[in-house]
């Protein structure tokens, strides 16, 4: 497991991360995107995760991966469903969505990967994945999730503990690409508290380095952003230099 090597060991220095989430439909202009890939790269991004609720064919997948290799830095992906698997990607989030009141999202997907996983030979990181807050989102809808209220951090603990208790190595609060509010800090903190040195990941609305350096200070140890880096790429470096002076 070379990359969640690379994660453990910087978590376990005390390090924050940052992932750069690149949704393959939204690429239009692979030139731009290679600029803007540049650009996160530099600022110290940990990786790139590709990936997204609506999944496009696989070539548009490798394509972007492709892309990635030529920086200095890990490609994950992190798949809606098992059109996703790209075989040059260097790992995969096994994202099992906890709180889906779809069995196919919780296990049934992973079954239809898993043999094709297992034959191309993908590193695979397990992950329980928790979507939280505004049920409007593209993840929400299209995992059938039941998403936790922000004011019930007691929920998002219970289904934590459970993914830790699986054997899950991460957690990740997801608050979905595009949401209105992040997952607030007293909410992640809860989640860190009772997780303690299972990875906690979180995502969704994080648009400001500010909002950001929250999160990180509240438990989590890795920030993922996506609308940002397509939107304010400017923003975006600054939330990945914050967490990385952390
Ligand atoms: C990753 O879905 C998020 O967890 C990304 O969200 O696009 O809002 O950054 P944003």
């Known amino acids: 497991g070379k990359v969640y090597e690379m994660i453990r060991s910087g978590v376990d220095k005390g ?37 997204g609720s609506l999944q496009v064919y696989v070539d548009d997948v490798e394509r972007i991966v492709k892309l990635v290799e030529e920086f200095n830095v890990p490609s994950i992906l992190f798949p809606g469903n098992p059109m996703g698997l790209a075989r040059n990607a260097d790992a995969i989030l096994f994202i099992s969505l906890l709180n889906s009141d779809d069995p196919y999202y919780i296990v049934g997907a992973h079954v239809t990967a898993a043999p094709l ?10 992950t329980g994945y928790i979507v939280v807050g505004n049920a409007n989102t593209s993840v929400s809808v299209i995992g059938k999730a039941r998403p936790l209220p922000y004011d019930k951090p007691g929920i998002g603990v219970a289904y934590a503990l459970a993914a830790k208790f699986l054997g899950m190595k991460f957690v990740y609060l997801e608050a979905g690409s595009g949401a209105p509010q992040p997952v607030p800090p007293y909410f992640v903190e809860k989640v860190k508290k009772a997780i303690d040195d299972t990875i906690l990941i979180v995502g969704g609305g994080i648009r400001d380095y500010s909002k950001a350096l929250e999160i990180v200070n509240a438990g989590a140890d890795i920030i993922v952003t996506g609308t940002v880096v397509e939107e304010k790429i400017d923003d975006a470096i600054k939330i990945i230099s914050a967490i990385k002076k952390k």
Do not use: C, Q, W, Y
């Open 117 to 126: 996983i297992k034959r191309i030979g993908l590193e695979v990181l397990p």
């Open 15 to 51: 390090l924050k991360l940052h992932f750069t989430l690149v949704d393959p439909e939204k690429i239009e202009n692979l030139k731009e995107f290679s600029n803007a890939l540049r650009k996160v790269v530099d600022a110290g991004t940990d990786a790139i995760l590709v990936g």
